[in-house]
């Protein structure tokens, strides 16, 4: 091949061999993979079914809900193993497609073991932090009645946070270990037809999703229940799992922050010398960056959701646990345990209902007969239309079952209620996100008209667009968060003195209402880079038209489907957060000994840290989209120096060095996410400890809590709108250069393509790293609040 290039008598592309770069030298599994690994099968059998009699064991000790919980999570494990196992038995396709994919992998799994590993190296560094300080902190009087010293509360809780955060990467692994193996599949099936190629990419997703979730209600159940058996404490909550929470949102703000910056610089990267400069089609084997790009897809779309959506459901599963087992006690409820297990019997049912939506959509009888295109989207709607049915019903038969009870007959009825109004704002959100975002509706189109008249007035109709899409939604959340706190004030739970105590616990069920689909949704979302990554794969092995015509319908459901997700997830993240408020004003009440139910802004300090809190999200934003603009100048450099130094690259007479991309996008977004990371974990403690002091020496001994209360508050409240418009606008962008690439406008190549994709370039940034990690944040702001809230006292 060599003799050949230097005499520049190659052939067409196709018709020539093609190899693509390995990125490491053998296969890589994770540690504890290799410890299993290693271990003798039979030992191994034995020590599980130990390990699964223990768990079950704890269960029936704790609560006949828990034995129910393992059970379903349980069997939701064996019917992903179904699901992988059927991804994996289909066909890979020709050598060309397994070599490209056997290249994402090695890519992604790379950048995976290095970037976990200095993130677990950061939770171990602050698992001692948090140790210290707890050695430090003050007991509660319901903690001291439980029998907890500081000791036992210290290593409790940075147990728990070792545990979430443990879990959290096992999440995101998960994520894309599945990705990069079913997007060469997508990829082939994709030759037959597109149903089949749209059944892989689903189940795929499936099995992620269903992992994520079943772990997060698993691990909630095993520390609850092992809690319950051995410290014989029946209401451990607020204690016991925050830290697990925290864990969680730890490396999930990471894991976003690192796999966006990663994602985006190299899509920026290859798109505005690829695109643009070259005049080349996305994914085109010449790129150097094409492979980087393919990568990123995994470690920022499929491995840091998964960690994301896992996050969220153990802070919104923790902050419900919190809020029912506190509601219950001022009752006094003589079994509390309903309030407090509700949370995971309704996400046990999540698992149940999402597997019928994911089985629900099927290949054609006949993958080998062509015929018209289906619209992806309407196929994923009528699933979600099954498991929205399904919920319904549900959440019906779990209100009655967990939160009936005889001071208050008719309290369930009204908590059914907040939980169908939790459904409706989910399907409201995807779509109101859906409308926004997909090019069959008018925003997209008339972002993609824009065009046509240049580059600046596209990124003012993308950015004007987004702005208007953040009143929907909160109108939507506004709307839910009044008429379940209604609703729950309205059940007849009420405390000694006689006051309704139900309205927080209301907003809390419909948070666990919204959340009740979250493992279809997940899957949905997984959709969307396996289907990116396999038309990569179909342009780089050089397939036939008619092959990428599907894989790019595909794709731009799945950008929708990508875009929903998101909106999904800072509706719920609206709602937990809330919670999480409250929650924290509770605890600071119980160490302080004095009431602590608002926070009066009038006074100047609790006014200039709701200021912080709006300025930390601006300030988090500018340092995420400012480290991708940084990485991709790299990759542009590199990238035009190849093409430059390497002119046979353009006549496929030279490969592309695509290791060197890989290698540079690797290493910029490992050290540009620790500099935004920081500021999110630091800036609320820095805060609460000056204006502590500051309260000390003006005789204001809860100035502090107060003022990280404000921060927090106006911190979830600009991360909400800023997150929707982040979203809405980086999804709308580039779907309007998705819709122009299907002819419109003059197509492929056109001036008015060109400037579709400076606008796909300034929102990849929005809707990828920025956006998704605010999720993130504004939840992780809450949860550490909640660690470290004696500190401000």
Known sequence: MDDDMESG???PYSDRPRTFPNMKSKPYNPLIFRILLGINVRVLLILFLLGFGAVFYIGVR???????????????FLLSLYLTKWVLAKDEGPPEMAQISDAIRDGAEGFFRTQYGTISKMALLLALVILLIYFFRGTTSHQEASGFNRLTSAYITVAAFLLG???????????????????VRVSSAARRSAREALQIAVRAGGFSALVVVGMAVLGVAILYATFYVWLGVGSPVPLLLVGYGFGASFVALFAQLGGGIYTKAADVGADLVGKVEQGIPED???NPAVIADLVGDNVGDCAARGADLFESIAAEIISAMILGGTMAQRCKIEDSSGFILFPLVVHSFDLVISSVGIFSIRGTRDSGVKGPIEDPMLILQKGYSIVIFLAVITFGVSTRWMLYTEQAPSAWLNFALCGLVGIITAYAFVWITKYYTDYKHEPVRSLALSSSTGHGTNIIAGISLGLESTALPVLVISLAIVSTFWLGQTSGLVDEAGNPMGGLFGTAVAT??????AAYVLAMDMFGPIADNAGGIVEMSLQPESVREITDVLDAVGNTTKATTKGFAIGSAALASFLLFSAYMDEVAAFALVPFNQVDIAIPEVFVGGLLGSMLIFLFSAWACSAVGRTAQEIVKEVRRQFIERPGIMDYKEKPDYGRCVAIVASASLREMIKPGALAIISPVVVGLLFRMLGYYIGHPLLGAKVVAALLMF???SGILMALFLNTAGGAWDNAKKFIETGALGGKGSDCHKAAVTGDTVGDPFKDTAGPSIHVLIKMLATIT????????
């Open 715 to 717: 911190a979830t409240v």
């Open 9 to 11: 008598t190659m052939g």
């Open 786 to 793: 909640l660690v470290m809230a004696p500190v401000f006292l």
């Open 165 to 183: 955060a443990l879990c959290s990467g096992i999440a995101g692994y998960v994520g894309m270990w599945v990705s990069v193996r079913a997007n």
């Open 512 to 517: 666990m209402g919204m959340l009740s689909t």
């Open 62 to 76: 704790t609560s006949p809900v828990i034995v129910f919980v393992f059970t379903v999570c349980v069997i939701s």
């Open 284 to 286: 085109d084997p010449r």
